[in-house]
C-alpha cells in the first residue's frame, strides 16, 4: 500500500501515515478518512504525521489537492496539527500554499521522524498546559 496509517502511540493521540512510492492523491484522501474516523469521538486532540520520507516524487495534483482538501475539509473536535515529514524539495512549495490557506498554525515541517515527534510532544505540552 502507498499510504498507509498507524497509531503513534498506545494512548492514540498520534496518527502516523506513511507514504511510499508511487502513491496519488486519491490513496491519501482514502487513509486520511479512514484514520478520522478511526479517532472521531475521541475525548482529545490527534496530532497527525505525515512522513514522506521515503517518497522521491509527488502526485502531479498534489498542490490542487491540497488546496481542495484545506478548503473543503471540516475541522473536526478531535483534530489536532499536523507534521510534514520529509526533504523532498516540493514540500516546501506544499507547506507555503498550506501556510497560506490555513487560519492558524496548525501544520508544520520537520526533515525526520524524532524532529515531528519533538513538535508533537510540544504542541501537547502547551494544550495540556493551557487546560490546567
Known amino acids: 500500500m502507498p499510504v498507509v496509517w498507524t497509531w503513534q502511540d498506545t494512548e492514540k493521540r498520534i ?34 504525521i505525515f512522513d514522506l520520507t521515503h517518497v522521491h516524487s509527488l502526485p502531479r495534483n498534489i498542490i490542487t489537492g491540497t488546496i481542495d482538501l484545506v478548503r473543503h475539509s471540516d475541522t473536526q473536535p478531535h483534530q489536532g496539527s499536523a507534521v510534514i515529514v ?44 493551557d487546560t490546567e
Do not use: Y
Not at 511510499?20 to 469521538?41: H, I, K, M, Y
Open 15 to 48: 496518527i502516523h501515515f506513511v507514504f511510499r512510492d508511487p502513491w496519488a492523491s486519491d490513496e491519501f484522501l482514502a487513509a486520511n478518512d479512514d484514520a478520522n474516523d478511526a479517532a472521531r469521538g475521541s475525548n482529545h486532540k490527534v496530532d497527525a
Open 86 to 129: 520529509g526533504k523532498h524539495p516540493g514540500l516546501k512549495i506544499l507547506m507555503k500554499v498550506i501556510t497560506q490557506l490555513a487560519t492558524k498554525d496548525i501544520v508544520f515541517h520537520a526533515e525526520d521522524l524524532q524532529g515531528a515527534l519533538a513538535i508533537v510532544a510540544d504542541l501537547q505540552a502547551r494544550r495540556t498546559a
